[in-house]
């Protein structure tokens, strides 16, 4: 089982500010992932990452960046929140093709 | 378009009545289907991996069973710590990233 962390878990700002979330994995796993969750809605994929210096948009549409610099560490960036940003942000990585999640962050902007 | 629909929605259970979840797919080149166990506010748990039509894994009280269209969570004499919303999701050959695709979930209550 993966060790993947997520950090804020919870986060309430205003709109217009800039967010990093932060995740962490410690299994060494090459591919990592964020994933969207609305309420009652299916997860989005919105950004991957195959290894260091490797990072691919998702399907679904997204106004977030992310940087991959360490294998261990994938970030995801808003430069300006705004309330359609509100959301469950959940974190995943993999070695083969189970993907193995982190506890996710509740971001809701106002 | 790859496609993953779970049923029922919602299902409410009694301790000790089995039942079953649904998970349909339409996926071209199927790679992997995955059960996840998801609890309010917490990332989904990883629970099974089916690979080929017939295959089946258990887990305690969860049994999952693969075929050519769908999926089953079979979950036999349920207690409440198993209620819990269950997704399913498929990988296939072209999704970016080799992202999973998710179904919406089904939200299991498990009264005593």
């Known amino acids: 089982e993966a060790d993947i962390y997520q950090t804020p878990r919870y986060l309430v700002i205003g709109t217009g500010k800039k967010i990093t979330l932060e995740c962490s994995q410690t299994?060494?796993?090459?591919?990592m992932y964020w994933y969207q969750q609305d309420p009652g809605m299916e997860l989005h994929l919105i950004h991957y990452?195959?290894?260091?210096?490797?990072?691919e948009k998702g399907d679904l549409s997204s106004e977030s960046t992310v940087s991959r610099i360490r294998t261990e560490h994938f970030p995801l960036t808003l430069e300006s929140a705004r309330p359609s940003h509100t959301s469950q942000y959940l974190c995943?990585?993999?070695?083969?093709?189970?993907?193995?999640f982190g506890p996710g962050t509740r971001l809701t902007v106002l | 378009e790859d496609q993953v629909t779970q049923s029922p929605e919602a299902l409410r259970l009694q301790e000790g009545e089995s039942s079953s979840l649904n998970c349909s797919y339409t996926?071209?080149?199927?790679?992997?289907l995955f059960w996840y166990r998801q609890d309010p506010g917490k990332g989904p748990e990883f629970l099974f991996t089916?690979?080929?039509a017939g295959e089946e894994k258990e887990k305690e009280r969860l049994k999952a069973t693969l075929t050519k269209k769908e999926s089953f969570l079979h979950i036999t004499a349920p207690k409440p710590e198993d209620s819990a919303t269950y997704l399913c999701?498929?990988?296939?050959?072209?999704?970016?990233?080799?992202?999973?695709?998710f179904g919406k979930g089904t939200t299991l209550s498990v009264s005593s």
């Open positions: 996926v071209s080149g199927l790679r992997g």
């Open positions: 089916l690979y080929s």
């Open positions: 299994m060494g796993h090459d591919k």
């Open positions: 999701a498929v990988q296939a050959p072209g999704q970016a990233g080799t992202a999973l695709i």
């Open positions: 990452s195959y290894g260091v210096n490797s990072t």
């Open positions: 995943a990585s993999s070695e083969s093709l189970e993907q193995f």
